[in-house]
């Protein structure tokens, strides 16, 4: 792994997707859940909603890093709260 040069921060970011994929997985094991059509024009189930908020959180990080030269903790704030109201409403 040191030919990948990881940071701490790093490690603590691609850990804490790991750890939200199990609690993911384990909550769609004892709860599977409904497909529903909320914010999002189509229909979508909670892992669905969580992958578009994973993927649309890098595309939050990406323009962060391009068009301001604000803090990346701005850019990690935004997306929790993104991610969290896509999953509750999306």
Do not use: N
Not at 65 to 80: F, G, P, Q
């Amino acid at each position: 792994m040191k030919w990948m040069a990881w940071t701490q921060t790093t490690a603590i970011f691609f850990g804490c997707i790991a750890l939200l994929l199990v609690v993911m997985t384990i909550w769609e094991i004892t709860s599977p859940s409904i497909e529903r059509k909320g914010l999002l024009p189509m229909a979508t189930t909670r892992g669905d909603r969580l992958f578009i908020g994973l993927l649309s959180s890098a595309y939050i990080h990406l323009s962060f890093l391009a068009l301001t030269e604000w803090s990346l903790w701005i850019a990690l704030a935004a997306s929790v709260v993104w991610v969290a109201g896509l999953i509750r409403w999306g």
